[in-house]
């Protein structure tokens, strides 16, 4: 697809420099754009390798437009006006609708426009909203609800009785609706309690590939509206995730932790169960949660990366810490 | 199904408090209770929601009971036994035996009472015991032999020469079997070391979505009788894991490393490799354990959490912690 | 397969004390041997199970042969060896070249000499080289490039746009080009930046099971010849790992990070997004690495194991360790 610089100009309501009738047909980096990509510069840092691009337009800030050259797209927010202009640019192919002579359909009347790769199984009593994809080898459980527009790579396990919203975006390998980790005790051996909950998935909800949520014990998890899951995250029964919360690779969530709206869980942390994140906090990458947290903010735990040798030492009188500081008081 | 309170107070051997007739035909949680419902209290601090609740039974403490109206079934462990009766009144759909069209097996005198879901493919010489159920697209290798009651939900991957004991469930996406991580070193470049040993698992072990768990190098990998283990776990070759040991979420076990019976490891927790842990040890969640531990006890490390800008100023003190204890002794 | 002691001894130009005419025909543990076992020793405190053995053959150095007996093999590098003499004899079956009925392919000319099992889908303008073998229920994306001798175990899902070198082996349930974790924020919620880059993944790479790799942004995620990347692992989108580097389980390698060559990254590490690790660094099991490396070492953070209430009394003092190095400096 080719636009040019006039036409985004007037379709997101931003002024550009340059010569209006340019096309571009491409986004890239700035290493590897030809003429006719369009890159985004946001950070003063990346100014040095503008005169090794091939591009020839820019989206930047008026700030930064000064030192640019050529097509010039200014805007408040780069990296956002690029988004949306990839998204026009790269617009997915529109879906043909078919259902695959392989598929083994426990349900009937499977609404007609969507499109369903091979080998996928579906269970009873599913709807699918229309212009939904559903890749090769998927399974959709019994009593599954999809609404409009889903798009589940290949691969993808979803158990019984799991609600999931519009526009929603599954990756390969996820499994959504798993029995959670519940058990009681009977002298040393384990009692299964049945995992009778469900899993409600907001709408424009996106999931990465390989990640784990499972189905509630009694009620159901429920990830909110606009929630984005990276891959490989683990997200126990009974959790909740409030709206436009964005949580990163590796993370585990236990069991009943209530995550606010809008946070940020950075990569690989981890949430005890039980616990409640207020709305806009933001987890740096790595760090464990054990107690609730009813202040946003940006909260931290572990320790900095230091050689081993010393970090050997360090950490060895980690271990007398509390002692030394008691000798310390007196 | 509907059970009276007496039934169940027969079936369990507890007393009752209230109406033996009342009938329940579900589990629920409090909030989400109707009349029918059965649930459980046994923490005081949940007591103030029970003027709320629609239910009109619930299972608790004898010192809990005297705060409780209606019908009461009282007992020590409210929680296993609502587990107990979660799982009479959930009871499972009899299985209807059949192994559907699409099945590939290269294996001709499978066990007629199992359940085959489509897409199966079962490699030679395998032998499932009856009563058990393969879900959609599974994979079972060459020689793997499954014994009774097993639960395969859909897309698990068994690799060959995998041993697995009865009623042994495993969820979607779940991997067992795959190669474990041995090269040796020949000037930069790794030489693997063919992985030939196999995996054992005992009976009643239940293992959660998307977790691998690696066939050994030479012997074999060997997770004991009533193991549980999570979600998103890593069981590196050659670990052994003892009986009824809780393996929570993303937990990572590194090669032979051997942890005793009812130990229980707390989620993103990761044990270096080699290492032996003793029985009824306890590893609190994100623990690191890199050397034995030959007491039974609760073991932890890491650091709690903090604002990020108090982290900062105290991580920085942690890289000098070593200096500072030679100063202070000075 | 039976080898004498002479052919190896040979085969690789190694000494060998003992009867070459003695055939053994599998590799084992110390425990497990029987008779025609071999086994290796390279460190003395295993000295003490050789008298239990049945093994009449070891791999061993010349240091520790003296205390060996019957039959000996001496080199420098007994695991090396004894990896090589592994492969020796584990040497896989040949493919049976096939491609499976149920295979549904949606390019026409695939290589003759591959396998394909069972419910493989390989989508539009696929290559795989010859000698290539791809397990049951895999999934191939449009454009996927594979060279010779790959091996893809089952339920692999591969994006499109891939591209994949010589002789790679990628385990079960692993996701090679999902979308990477790439949003612009527009005042609460997300807007997804469209993942165009692709992955390339070099020659001799090995990949774990549920292992996933996202595809770049704009530009590819890249994978230099020779990495070994263990099981659960998360590499980000535009992430570099240089040659011959290797990634133990549960490691999360964020977005732009990029890795040198030769390095050791241990279990459950997470590296930090567009940070630069430099050749030959060692990262220790579960370290945060959160600024560049640019000098090669071992590095670690984190805080050692130790009893509950005890690192409950230290983790207290953690958080107070500036306001006590101030007080002291007074």
Known sequence: MNITLKKISEKFNVEFIGDGSYEINNVSSIANANENSIIFLSDKNFLKFLDETKSKTVVTTKELSKFCKNNIIVCDNPYLLFAKISQLINKQDKLIYKIHSSVVSYTNDLNKEILIEPNVVIGKNVTIGEKSFIGTNCYIGDNVKISSGAKLFQNVTIYSNVTIGSNVIIHSGTVIGSDGFGYAKENNSWIKIPQIGGVKIGNNVEIGSNTSIDRGALDNTIIGDGVKIDNQVQIAHNVQIGENTAIAGCVGIAGS??????????????????????????ITGMSKVSSNIKKAGVYSSGTPLMLNKEWLKNAARFKKLNELFLKYKK
């Open 257 to 282: 932790a209530k995550i606010g709206k809008n946070c940020s869980i950075g990569g690989g942390a981890g949430i005890q169960g039980h616990i409640e994140i207020c709305d806009n906090t933001q």
